[in-house]
């Protein structure tokens, strides 16, 4: 399988699928330096499908194993980071095409079904600002937290009769979202582009983001979003 992060080095992933009392269980065999690497270095496993989210060392005869998984505990600020990242450029290109196939093409149907993906994007990524884990009906989780804002942009987009007026709202208040926290959302891209000092182009930002699993597509909407709140110049 091809290299997802750095961490990965240049090892192949081993997957092997074992069964047990009828019981499906998904194993992935780790060369030990790839281990320390994922535990102790700032490039883990993704947020959302962390390895360490629950985790009990079954078997071990190497102490060094056991002080790892305690390192474990630590919230990994730069998964997080690039988490958050990944989520709210995905987010942004949703909400640019919402609004292009609501305001130009007059196409609610196409601008409703975006609109609900780039909900689903702002629920991952209020997980992620929590530090939490949440595999299993991210939707319900996020809702729970912010009642208020799911309620615009998903529960009332799902509910009520297709309109331009619940569409505009919901792309409103995800925009507002945006604004709130677009500084420590997309804080590696700020940082990048801060650091470089010059004009940057988006391939070589594309290329810099590339083992984060971004797309290019993601972060041009991303700095077409910032360039159009003034925060960024073209």
């Known amino acids: 399988v091809s290299r997802r992060l750095l961490s990965d080095g240049n090892d192949e992933r081993i997957y092997r699928i074992l069964v047990e009392n009828g019981i499906n269980i998904h194993a992935e065999l780790i060369p030990r330096s790839r281990f320390k690497k994922m535990v102790e270095g700032a490039s883990r496993t993704a947020f ?48 640019r095409h919402a609004r292009k196939r609501l305001d130009l093409k007059g196409d609610l149907e196409l601008a409703a079904q ?8 702002v629920a991952h990524t209020e997980i992620i600002r929590r530090g ?19 309620q615009t942009i ?23 979202y945006l604004d709130k926290h677009y500084q420590v959302h997309l804080k590696p891209l700020l940082a990048y582009l801060k650091k470089q000092n010059r004009v940057v182009p988006l391939s070589e930002i594309g290329d810099n983001f590339a083992y984060s699993q971004l797309h290019p597509w993601h972060l041009e909407s991303a700095c077409e979003w910032l360039e159009r709140k003034g925060r960024l110049e073209k």
Do not use: M
């Open 48 to 95: 959302s499908c962390n390895f360490f989210a629950l985790r009990r060392v079954v078997y071990s005869k190497d102490p060094s194993i056991e002080s790892w998984f305690k390192k474990a505990n630590t919230l990994a600020t730069k998964d997080q980071q690039r988490e958050l990242l990944t989520f709210s450029t995905w987010t942004i290109y949703a909400h």
């Open 154 to 176: 998903y529960l009332d987009v799902l509910a009520k009769r297709k309109n331009r007026r619940v569409l505009s709202q919901a792309l409103d208040a995800i925009d507002g």
């Open 132 to 150: 939490e884990v949440w595999e299993d009906d991210v939707i319900y989780r996020a809702i729970d937290g912010a009642p208020g804002l799911f």
């Open 114 to 121: 975006e609109t609900l993906g780039a909900a689903h994007s």
